[in-house]
């Protein structure tokens, strides 16, 4: 027989005879095989001992008192605990084909005639118990093959998140939580994708904040960064869900609006943003806590009215936002290609 390995638990045999003398002469015959015997005087204390063991078989009595032991076994049969465990029956040898069927119907995987031949039952004892520790192995086998693969699903799982805040660290200005250059130049090439494919437009608004450096100079770079935030806030609470809005350097933002039905519809929203940033900013940074009031230049540029490329869009969105900031600052215009270097122009019209 196959040896089980020193971390297996030894497999139990369960023998369930009326008899006494039966109970040792089995106890005799089964002395060779490795596994502990547990012995049962009737149906009920075998049913007993299979609530508190797992046994690898049971070598069951037919004529037995009160229980015998097709009653036993359909019992154990029914019952999801002990429903696979092998039971062999141990009967007299004149035992007619209908009580075997009938044995069979009750979930018998053997017969074993009395008077017991020892060969026939060691034999058949160990090709059992062999069974059984293959299938305790290929349990315990399945067992870890299931903890590892939670495992490596926890990894995987892990490595999305890393990879996810890694992906989200590289896209996204780290102060102030907005996207960064790299995540607008994505939106803004999906925008572009999105309005060709329905025939619809967009805007892109270029920001810059009025005064900012003055504050920072005035009160330090952490009332800098804090206005900075205080910003870049206030710019989320103004945008539509569909709305996109970055940091793109130190006190350069931009926001993509996506369907803009006209021209009006772009410049309310540049002034909604002009007027809400206007407003004044308690930064408790600043040594001591100070209110500043800073303002905004904008420059909106809309495709297709005004370019059909992302690049002509930026300079044209950049070229408005500069001519306001010209103009005396702190309103929005819209792109005109008059606002562009001749070169630029040149290479708008191409």
Do not use: W
């Amino acid at each position: 027989m196959t040896e089980p390995s020193g971390t297996e638990p030894r497999p139990k045999i369960l023998v369930v005879d009326d008899v006494s003398a039966n109970l040792a002469g089995m106890r005799r015959l089964l002395a060779p095989v490795d596994a502990d015997i547990y012995e049962a005087k009737s149906g009920n204390e075998a049913l007993a001992l299979c609530l508190d063991h797992r046994f690898a078989l049971i070598l069951l009595d037919v004529q037995m008192p009160d229980m015998d032991g097709f009653e036993v076994a359909s019992l154990l049969n029914n019952d999801p605990a002990t429903c696979d465990i092998p039971i062999v029956f141990v009967t007299a040898a004149y035992l007619d084909d209908i009580n075997r069927l009938k044995g069979y119907t009750f979930g018998a995987v053997d017969y074993i005639a009395k008077p017991i031949n020892d060969a026939v039952l060691l034999s058949k004892v160990t090709v059992f118990l062999e069974l059984h520790i293959s299938k305790m192995r290929l349990k315990a086998a399945m067992e870890e093959l299931e903890k590892r693969n939670r495992q490596l699903e926890v990894e995987i799982e892990e490595r999305r998140r890393v990879e996810k805040q890694v992906r989200h660290m590289a896209t996204h200005d780290s102060l102030t939580g907005l996207g960064n250059r790299i995540l607008f130049m994505e939106h803004l090439t999906r925008a572009f994708a999105q309005a060709r494919q329905n025939s619809t437009a967009f805007a892109l608004l270029y920001i810059d904040i009025d005064g900012f450096k003055q504050v920072n100079d005035r009160h330090g770079h952490a009332a800098g960064d804090e206005l900075l935030c205080a910003i870049a806030q206030r710019l989320r609470a103004n945008l539509r869900c569909e709305d996109f809005a970055v940091r793109l350097s130190g006190d350069e933002f931009a926001i993509i609006m996506l369907d803009v039905a006209d021209t009006q519809v772009a410049l309310a929203q540049g002034q909604r943003l002009c007027d809400s940033l206007r407003n004044p900013y308690v930064l408790r940074q600043a040594s001591p806590p100070a209110t500043v009031s800073v303002g905004a230049s904008i420059g909106i540029a809309l495709y297709p009215l005004h370019a059909a490329s992302d690049a002509t869009l930026m300079r044209l969105a950049d070229a408005a936002m500069y001519a306001v900031k010209k103009s005396g600052k702190g309103n929005v215009r819209l792109a005109s290609l008059d606002d562009l270097q001749p070169s630029e122009d040149q290479a708008a019209d191409a």
